[in-house]
């Protein structure tokens, strides 16, 4: 696994300056082994990521793994919503709703 350093993954995405932390946890991985979950954000308020958080995890060795995937193995790497689609997924959920409600019955296992 490659890895990356807390200086390094704490900076932003956006703007490059280094993240404030806003609450760290220590805890312990699927191993057994102490880490530490770190959420930051950005403390540039013209950044476009100003506001947003961003979530750090560390080895007791400041650590970080770089994943390019997700915890099931899926791809992070989402495509972007339009219009066009949000209109499309909220009328499926709809539609779903409503039969639902119709019939009384749900797909609920």
């Known amino acids: 696994m490659d890895y990356t350093t807390i200086e ?8 490059g300056k280094v993240g404030e ?3 760290s946890q220590p805890t312990y991985d699927a191993n057994g082994l102490e880490i530490d979950i770190a959420v ?3 403390p540039e308020t013209l950044c476009l990521q100003s506001g947003k958080r961003w979530v750090v995890q560390s080895d007791n060795q ?6 390019n995937h ?5 791809d992070k790497d989402f495509p972007e919503m339009t219009a066009g689609s949000l209109h ?3 009328a499926k959920v709809e539609d779903i709703l ?4 119709e019939t009384g019955e749900t797909n609920e296992s």
């Open 98 to 101: 409503q039969r639902e409600y």
């Open 88 to 90: 499309n997924a909220r």
């Open 8 to 15: 390094e993954a704490a900076k932003c995405s956006v703007c």
């Open 70 to 74: 997700g915890p099931r193995g899926l």
């Open 40 to 42: 930051y954000g950005c």
């Open 62 to 67: 400041g650590n970080v793994p770089i994943r």
């Open 21 to 23: 932390v806003i609450i």
